[in-house]
């Protein structure tokens, strides 16, 4: 905390932007690490729950009453009202066959839903691939800056050399304190949405298989 303190009092205006800069980063990698781990956990549950629990419902309308119950995240209730609503007459979309009409749909609702599931991945990613290169300038800047300032004194020891070098170092290490947690969320939650996604991918083409069998059963 001593030199912390030390290198903020002796920083000057593009050394405490970049300080603030790398915390700000680091705050917002923060809150979307917890939110989405939140948000992934009880998506994946609902994932997994609702599916069982729809294809054991008797008929389309407990499935999606049941899913209602179920579904907290909206992940699979969205496929299946994209595909309970008649398709308007008089449209392109009509004039399509039914295979053609139930694959836009579907594809169309579940590329809304992963969108969802994917917000804030840009910013870990971002967060993750930028602050390093954030602390490394704040070091550099740093060390000019204390260079500066020894040129300036007249005294070039190691004494006089080491102390604002080294607080200036701690800049590099607030760049990667920033990036590692940031770059981990990104990989272990892109792992899970893509779990999620094959899941997806297959209740909706089951879906589609049971509609294209039993057309009424959409209604």
């Known amino acids: 905390m001593g030199g912390l303190s030390q290198f903020w009092e002796q920083g000057d205006a593009i050394g405490h932007a970049v300080a603030i800069m790398l915390l700000l980063m680091s705050i917002g990698a923060w809150v979307v690490i917890i939110w989405k781990s939140w948000l992934l956990h ?28 179920l579904d ?26 039914p295979e053609a009409q139930l694959t836009r749909r579907l594809r169309d609702s ?14 870990l990613a971002s967060v993750g691939a930028v602050s ?19 040129a ?13 070098v080294g607080e200036a170092l701690i800049m590099t ?17 892109g792992k899970i949405v893509s779990a999620c996604e094959a899941d997806l991918e297959g209740f909706a083409h ?9 057309p009424g059963r959409g209604d």
């Open 206 to 214: 089951d879906l589609r298989e049971t509609l294209l069998a039993h």
């Open 132 to 150: 390093p290169f954030v602390g490394l300038f704040g070091t550099v800047w740093g060390i000019y800056h204390a260079m500066m300032g020894i």
């Open 152 to 164: 300036a004194e007249g005294s070039a020891s190691l004494d006089k050399v080491a102390g604002p």
């Open 72 to 97: 907290r995240e909206g992940v699979l209730l969205p496929l299946v009202e994209a595909v309970s609503h008649p398709v308007a007459g008089g449209t392109l979309e009509a004039q399509a066959l």
């Open 173 to 189: 290490a607030a760049g990667l304190a920033v990036a590692i947690p940031a770059v981990l969320a990104y990989n272990i939650f």
């Open 42 to 69: 009880r998506a994946r549950r609902d994932l997994t729950q609702g599916a069982q629990a729809f294809w054991a419902s008797a008929d389309m309308s407990a499935a999606r009453q049941t899913l209602q119950a």
């Open 110 to 123: 579940l590329h809304a839903v992963l969108a969802r599931l994917q917000r804030g991945q840009v910013l």
